[in-house]
T-cell receptor, first 114, second 113 residues
Framework: DVKVTQSSRYLVKRTGEKVFLECVQD?????MFWYRQDPGLGLRLIYF???????EKGDIPEGYSVSREKKERFSLILESASTNQTSMYLC?????????????FGSGTQLSVL | GDSVTQMEGPVTLSEEAFLTINCTYT??????LFWYVQYPGEGLQLLLK?????DKGSNKGFEATYRKETTSFHLEKGSVQVSDSAVYFC????????????FGKGITLSVRP
């Protein structure tokens, strides 16, 4: 069964900490995405990547960075965590097929910043 | 830019009731349209999709028709079940080689026995 795996289901960090959220997919997908999900706001795109070592900003990149050193792994980095980054973070992947293919999502990481 | 607007929620229905969840979109060009569902404690999964005008997507008793004239993609089901309780997201995708999805805010559906 194909999978997108996020390293942690729940994470609690303190303000100012550097936080790494890891995502691994086993489908050999070129495209990978990080979203955050907040009540009443839906899913908002933080960063995405179409290839190894390639990244592009989404709609809300401020306070985040990403790393894609290998095709199967896409990491989201919070350089200095803040309380307004408390959220559910969802990773997704897909093939580059002109917008017709579905995204495969991980189960999410619920991050709490205290 | 592209955007998706969903009706306000939450929605609570009795089992076997008829369901309609409204979704309208704004986009340049001819996007593909999707409904994703998120069951409690899980990530999102694709429910159905339509890639051109007048296409009807269907799955698990749910249907949605791509209406270009009204820029809408409303989700319907004739008889909901308790197991349909979930959060439903409407989304659109531009059709470039490296496209990305734009999501609506989602709506929570609760079905009571």
């Amino acid at each position: 069964d194909v999978k997108v795996t996020q390293s942690s289901r729940y994470l609690v960090k303190r303000t100012g900490e550097k936080v790494f959220l890891e995502c691994v997919q086993d489908m050999d997908h070129e495209n990978m995405f990080w979203y955050r999900q907040d009540p009443g706001l839906g899913l908002r795109l933080i960063y995405f990547s179409y290839d190894v070592k390639m990244k592009e900003k989404g709609d809300i990149p401020e306070g985040y960075s990403v790393s894609r050193e290998k095709k199967e792994r896409f990491s989201l980095i919070l350089e200095s965590a803040s309380t307004n980054q408390t959220s559910m973070y969802l990773c997704a992947s897909t093939r580059p097929t002109g917008g017709n293919e579905k995204l495969f999502f991980g189960s999410g990481t619920q991050l709490s910043v205290l | 830019g592209d955007s998706v607007t969903q009706m306000e929620g939450p929605v609570t229905l009795s089992e076997e009731a008829f369901l309609t969840i409204n979704c309208t979109y704004t986009a340049t060009g001819y996007p593909s349209l999707f409904w994703y569902v998120q069951y409690p404690g899980e990530g999102l999964q694709l429910l159905l999709k339509a890639t051109k005008a007048d296409d009807k997507g269907s799955n698990k008793g749910f249907e949605a028709t791509y209406r270009k004239e009204t820029t809408s993609f409303h989700l319907e089901k004739g008889s909901v079940q308790v197991s349909d309780s979930a959060v439903y997201f409407c989304a659109l995708s531009d059709t470039g080689a490296n496209s990305k999805l734009t999501f609506g805010k989602g709506i929570t559906l609760s079905v009571r026995p």
